[in-house]
């Protein structure tokens, strides 16, 4: 199975501030990797699909990018909505994987 | 817009069965493969398979072989998940959630939260 590691575990930021997160695949996976944003209590969210295509409705601070094995999420301009934890998933082959996300505190 | 309603939280005891269902809205149930995956805070996010809605086919995760089933009701746009011998370790929130066209999952259900006890 592909694993995938995304770093840092916890980030602390404040509104206003930018902040990237990171996923690598133990594999190459081209651009097969998708990004998610869970709230407390909700389902996951899709955010970024082959790693940089945002999906319609959300907002544009949110940015993906990388191939291979290294990918990033980048969020600019930090809004009080976004303090969630973030996930990555590969889609190159079966099994999915995800990542073991990524909470972003205030 | 694509709706995925899912059946409500259940306790089960080891060595049980628990069958979640997913009820589709909004779309086309045929056309988009749906996947079946679970969350808990020792395993993290962990897929377990799809069904083609239109075929019956299934593809499962090597973890869920011979325990899992997954199902499909075309006429009232239903999949059913299918989870046999639970064990504590089995406790999770179960996901459904609509194949996307980028190899992802992009719209999921409220989540079904199982829990097993001794």
């Known amino acids: 199975d592909i694993q995938m590691t995304q770093s840092p575990p916890y980030v602390s930021a404040s509104v206003g501030d930018t902040v990237t997160i990171a996923c690598r695949a133990s594999q190459g996976i081209s651009k097969w990797l998708a990004w998610f944003q869970q709230r407390p209590g909700r389902a996951p969210k899709i955010l970024i699909s082959?790693?940089?295509i945002l999906q319609s409705g959300v907002p544009s601070r949110f940015s993906g990018s990388g191939s291979g094995t290294e990918f990033t999420l980048t969020i600019s301009s930090l809004q009080p909505e976004d303090f969630a934890t973030y996930f990555c998933?590969?889609?190159?082959?079966?099994?999915?994987?995800f990542g073991q996300g990524t909470r972003l505190e205030i | 817009q694509v709706q995925l309603e899912q059946s409500g939280d259940e306790v089960k005891k080891t060595g049980d069965s628990v069958k979640v269902s997913c009820k589709a809205s909004?779309?086309?149930?045929?056309?988009?493969?749906l996947h079946w995956v679970r969350q808990s805070p020792r395993n993290g996010l962990q897929w377990m398979g799809w069904?083609?809605?239109?075929?019956?086919?299934?593809k499962f995760a090597q973890n869920f072989q011979g325990r899992v089933t997954m199902t499909r009701d075309v006429s009232v746009k239903t999949a059913y998940l299918d989870l046999s011998r639970l064990t504590l370790d089995d406790t999770a929130i179960y996901y459904c959630?609509?194949?996307?066209?980028?190899?992802?999952?992009?719209?999921w259900g409220q989540g079904t939260l199982v829990t097993v006890s001794s």
């Open positions: 909004g779309y086309a149930f045929s056309v988009y493969y």
């Open positions: 082959a790693a940089s």
């Open positions: 959630a609509r194949a996307g066209d980028w190899n992802d999952l992009d719209s």
């Open positions: 069904i083609n809605p239109n075929t019956g086919d299934t």
């Open positions: 998933q590969q889609g190159d082959r079966f099994p999915f994987t």
